[in-house]
Nanobody, 124 residues
């Protein structure tokens, strides 16, 4: 049974940091590109970051988070992280971890498996 379980969400003030984690099971993690998406109320799910399945790991980011967020993976632990720094109120959303068989994926349609999401709220 495929599972992606996110953790690390919460509430933080603008300028603060959070680290999201996603633990995967039920599939060969090292064969999948991993991504993070987010969805704010009333908006479509949008791409945040992705890291490829093969070394050297390729990473790419949405323009809105470039320079503030860092995606990383640990294949030994079936784990993908999203370090989020200098958070802004517009980063408030439910964040989802996802797995894709493509080399890099920027669209939700490219992803095969999804987690349940973790809420991130940035507010003063």
């Amino acid at each position: 049974q495929v599972q992606l379980v996110e953790s690390g969400g919460g509430s933080v003030q603008p300028g603060g940091s959070l680290r999201l984690s996603c633990v995967a099971s039920g599939f060969i993690f090292s064969d999948y590109t991993m991504g993070w998406f987010r969805q704010a109320p009333g908006k479509e799910r949008e791409f945040v970051a992705t890291v490829s399945w093969s070394q050297p790991f390729l990473a790419d980011y949405a323009d809105s988070v470039t320079g503030r967020f860092t995606i990383s993976r640990d294949d030994a632990k079936n784990l993908v992280n999203l370090q989020m720094d200098r958070l802004k109120p517009e980063d408030t959303a439910v964040y989802y971890c996802a797995a894709s068989t493509l080399t890099l994926g920027f669209s939700p349609a490219a992803y095969n498996y999804w987690g349940q999401g973790t809420q991130v709220t940035v507010s003063s």
